[in-house]
């Protein structure tokens, strides 16, 4: 029997069954859970019986409404605009997508529920936070949000869907990311335990060439990967991972990429990897590269070799290290620096490879993919 039942219908039968549930311990079995769907819908067809089951489900543990748009296999951006903007990027830019949110406090609602999953505060008092979500299925979440008035359109989210990055060398020569000689020089660096940097623009594929060149490193060595949240998952059999953590709701507890790279350091490393240098440490990292520690290396955020000197000058002067300093570290422990770019139909390819010299520094291109 079907009752067509309405969007309305169904919002009011969800929130009925949320205000009972908000009155019994514990989570409901499932049995449990389509009883009080029945009581409270009176009539109610199988089939809407199941969809609101499910919008149950992904409002208490799920991502609500942007569910089916993150179980999508290709997606790598969902941004919410308020209530009736959700775009989504599926590699080849964001683009709007069907999806809509009832009203602007259900989009505060999951906001502020992805909030305290990553122990963070968000509300009037605290308008905005960061932090990172681990889903059912494994897949990790970079989220950001921001509550009205500091965005005037409504609550605004961005979740950055972030997969372990497993790619060889051999499968991006095969997918076209890069050339045979390319990827011949890139084993080369690898093999040579030369440090490098792998520079490009936000959703290049940084993490993804780190991870297929790390998987080049003999097996005998043992690389300590740092990173903000875990990505790097190289073909490799001694990888040891380590994780940031942003401060508790009490505004303590705080991990940063600078204290990891200290403590790396006492573990016995052959290489020492940052997953993305955006600040202080990457004075301590051209530290542990300038000690005996070659065949480093770490990603940058930058979208020409033009701009890895002046965009590293900058942080590390957010570290203590003036320019003639951070030339001189960086001459004596960074090799080569490899570029990637994504080109407007979403395929990300190895750009440049250049070689860095003298000090001051400056970056010699020694191959560079054919227009």
């Not at 600040?279 to 020409?304: C, F, I, K, R």
């Amino acid at each position: 029997m079907s009752t067509d039942f309405s969007p309305a219908a169904t919002d009011a039968v969800i929130e009925r069954v949320q205000r009972r549930l908000a009155d019994e311990p514990g989570a409901p079995d499932p049995a449990r859970l389509a009883a009080l769907v029945r009581e409270e819908a009176v009539v109610i067809s199988d089939v809407d019986l199941l969809d609101v089951m499910r919008r149950l489900r992904d409002d208490s543990t799920g991502a609500g409404c942007l569910e089916p748009l993150l179980g999508g296999p290709d997606v790598t951006d969902v941004c919410v605009n308020g209530p009736d903007r959700v775009y989504v990027d599926r590699g080849s830019g964001l683009e709007l997508s069907p999806v809509t949110f009832n009203s602007e406090a259900e989009v505060r609602r999951l906001a502020t529920r992805f909030a305290a999953g990553c122990g963070r505060r968000l509300d009037d008092a605290q308008p905005y936070c960061d932090g990172h979500l681990t889903r059912a299925d494994g897949t990790l979440l970079r989220f950001h949000a921001v509550l009205p008035p500091t965005s005037p359109a409504g609550t605004c989210i961005s979740l950055r869907v972030l997969r372990q990055t497993t790619t060889t060398l051999a499968e991006l020569e095969a997918g076209g990311s890069l050339s045979a000689e390319a990827a011949g020089a890139l084993r080369e660096i690898v093999e040579k335990r030369k440090a490098f940097l792998v520079v490009g623009g936000t959703g290049a594929g940084k993490t993804t060439l780190l991870s297929a060149m790390l998987a080049e490193v003999p097996h005998h060595e043992r690389i300590v990967a740092i990173e903000d949240t875990l990505e790097l998952a190289p073909v490799h059999p001694h990888v040891v991972n380590l994780t940031t953590r942003g401060n508790n709701a009490e505004g303590v507890g705080r991990i940063s990429i600078a204290e990891l790279v200290r403590q790396a350091l006492r573990m016995r490393p052959d290489r020492i990897v940052v997953g993305e240098i955006r600040g202080a440490e990457v004075v301590d990292l051209l530290a542990a590269l300038n000690t005996g520690h070659d065949g480093g290396a770490g990603t940058l955020h930058a979208n020409s070799i033009g701009e890895v000197s002046a965009r590293l000058e900058a942080l590390a002067a957010l570290g203590g290290l003036d320019r003639p300093g951070l030339h001189s570290q960086l001459s004596a422990a960074v090799d080569f620096v490899i570029v990637v770019k994504r080109h407007p139909d979403g395929r990300r390819v190895v750009h440049q490879i250049g070689a860095v010299e003298g000090n001051p520094v400056t970056i010699r291109v020694t191959w560079e993919a054919a227009p």
